[in-house]
């Protein structure tokens, strides 16, 4: 028997099965929590909403609002944001070939770090103030690295991550500063390094859209380009690839997500790591089929821990880094234990 | 006799230490130029100012076209290089790895289609991977895949074909293919450049013999003139035998003292 020659494109199985366990997993989402709506009346009231489909869902004005303003915008929030951190770490990991890279390499979480943590002191912390400035400061702690470590064509992929080790340490330090300056916020500051999606209606959502989906177009369109880097950077060269100009377009967009998702959610850590090498295991590590995936995972695996922090002890709330780190830590661990770390 | 490969006076620096002092270097299309050196002469560095991995000052021209109005993508369809330690991406297919030639002919947002799909089958084919087409590239063996980095450099489809020392590590039956291979894509047309240690080698399949020492050209021509006992011991340092064999080739062999 021989098997038809093919090479890596997206085929429709993995596709198929991803966009499934994001439609359950949401839907799961929006169902359970302090308060259980049907899931046949919420599958009703949703595709009640689509242009040309009538049906009466059943729920109630009270289930219903909750669905809209509170479940709704949650869920497809950390939809968007866990799709954005795996895509954003796949990403990263490509183009520095490196397994470890994560979306915070290069100081975005400390960038915006400092951000949040100046606005919080500031008093800020309830306007809509707190996630402009943890954007901004993430924005310009990745603009420091790429000045430190760089921008001049010839540098190495190596030189940029290290100026991403100091510029995350060095604001870091100024994080701390400011904290200590101000200690009656510190509460506040950890609960927003941890993470949250809690969402006040679909403010936070309209906000990431935009970044995410210039991001998303910018690693289609060079998930090609992503395997070619796989080579080394002299060899890319060889191949016609300008790999100094490719590297700043995948990192910056894969940035600008990065820094958007920081400021609606706080730090969530290991999600850009554990779903990419995840899927690595699985379909390979082509990233014709990685970017796509990756983003589609990523949300699935995000609402799927966001579910647990508001169910595991609800009334109360885990924070969902504490979710993310929980299932990631010892997933790291059998990975690394299988010695299949790839990029 | 057009030129493949048209040279003058190329000079490379790393740190301001220059490695290329000013080399000459003249190639006709279909020749096989061997370039010969003792470590540190320059060989590998002259194969990368070729494929414009690294930044040289002198002219230079790639089959009648100076490098300096070529396009990165332009050159690397005409020229491909392999290098001495690839890197491998262990993981990887080897058709998707074959596939990473196409590149150079593809447009920024294009993706592969059919006719990229049949040239890197038909270089699998040649290089007789077919049947190793899927497997992942940490499950070759060594001449495996020397022969999948070959196939690589193929499917860029090129004019020119820089290898650099493609034989290290391999056996000598392994060595033996993949030279005869080579001598085969030789015959069909491709120039090919290689970077060799092995002088016996060099001087049995190349047409030419290039002696590089101390980033200058110092030695050029048939095999039996560049391999001469004063030439190896002076840029060498190597005492040694050379004996020619009933076909014409040139053997070196170290020259021991009897004990």
């Not at chain 1, 400061?137 to 190596?158: C, E, F, P």
């Not at chain 1, 970044?211 to 950077?233: K, P, Q, T, Y």
């Not at chain 1, 899927?279 to 014709?288: D, F, H, Q, T």
């Not at chain 2, 190896?232 to 050379?242: E, P, Q």
Request: hydrophobic letters at 50%; aromatic letters at 4%.
């Amino acid at each position: 028997m021989t098997t038809p020659l093919r090479h890596s494109a997206l085929h429709s199985g993995p596709l198929l099965t991803a966009v499934a366990a994001l439609g359950l997993v949401a839907l799961a989402g929006v169902g359970f929590g302090a308060v259980s709506l049907p899931l046949g009346g919420v599958t009703r009231e949703l595709l009640d909403h689509i242009p040309g489909i009538t049906l009466d869902s059943g729920l109630g004005e009270r289930q219903a609002a909750i669905l809209w303003e509170l479940r709704l915008p949650r869920v497809v929030l950390a939809g968007f944001v866990g799709g954005t951190l795996a895509v954003a770490g796949a990403a990263y990991q490509g183009v520095f070939r490196n397994p470890l890279a994560d979306p915070y390499l290069l100081g975005v979480a400390g960038g915006a770090g400092l951000g949040a943590t100046i606005a919080i002191a500031a008093g800020a912390s309830s306007t809509g103030v707190l996630p402009i400035a943890a954007f901004a400061g993430g924005m310009v702690a990745v603009v420091i690295t790429y000045a430190l470590g760089g921008v001049g064509a010839r540098r190495s992929a190596n030189s940029l991550i290290l100026a991403g080790v100091a510029v995350a340490a060095f604001f870091a330090a100024m994080q701390t500063y400011v904290q200590q300056r101000s200690s009656d916020t510190v509460r506040e500051v950890f609960t927003w390094i941890l993470g949250r999606l809690a969402t006040v209606g679909w403010g936070e959502v309209m906000a990431i859209v935009p970044f995410f989906a210039v991001m998303a177009i910018v690693l289609v369109v060079h998930r090609r380009h992503l395997d070619v880097l796989a080579v080394g950077e002299e060899e890319a060269a060889t191949l016609g690839v300008h790999v100094p100009r490719v590297r700043i377009i995948i990192v910056l967009a894969a940035t600008l997500g990065t820094a958007a998702a920081v400021s609606v959610s706080g730090l969530i850590g290991f999600v850009g790591i554990i779903v990419p090498h995840m899927l690595r295991l699985v379909v390979g590590p082509s990233y014709r089929r990685l970017v796509v995936l990756s983003m589609l995972t990523g949300g699935a695996f995000l609402i799927g821990a966001d579910l647990l922090a508001r169910t595991v002890i609800a009334p109360a709330e885990l924070p969902i880094g504490v979710v993310t780190a929980f299932v990631g830590a010892p997933f790291f661990a059998v990975v690394l234990h299988m010695g299949r770390m790839q990029t | 006799m057009t030129a493949m490969v048209s040279g003058a006076g190329i000079r490379v620096a790393y740190n301001g230490h220059p490695v290329l002092d000013g080399v000459d270097i003249e190639v006709a299309v279909g020749e096989w130029v061997g370039l010969i050196g003792p470590n540190g002469a320059g060989k590998s560095t002259l194969l990368r100012a070729l494929a414009g991995t690294v930044q040289s000052s002198g002219s230079l021209s790639l089959a009648g076209r100076a490098t300096e109005r070529l396009s990165r993508r332009e050159r690397s369809r005409s020229v491909a290089l392999v290098p001495q330690q690839p890197t491998i991406p262990a993981a990887m297919t080897v058709i998707d790895y074959v596939m990473l030639g196409r590149t150079p002919h593809l447009g920024y947002f294009a993706t592969e289609g059919k006719g990229d799909l049949a040239v890197v089958r038909r270089v699998l084919d040649d290089m007789g991977l077919e049947k190793l087409a899927c497997r992942t590239l940490d499950a070759l063996s060594g001449g495996e895949l020397q022969r999948a980095v070959l196939a690589r450099a193929l499917a860029q489809e090129p004019e020119l074909l820089l290898l650099d020392e493609p034989t290290t590590a391999l056996d000598i039956g392994r060595q033996q293919a993949v030279m005869e291979m080579v001598d085969r894509l030789r015959q069909r047309g491709h120039t090919v450049i290689s970077a060799m240690h092995d002088l016996t080698i060099a001087g049995q399949f190349s047409d030419r013999l290039l002696l590089l020492s101390g980033g200058r050209v110092v030695a050029s021509g048939r095999s039996r003139e560049v391999l001469t006992p004063e030439l190896i011991l002076r840029h060498y340092g190597a005492k040694v035998v050379v004996m020619v064999d009933d076909a014409g080739g040139v053997i070196v062999v170290p020259d021991r003292a009897p004990t």
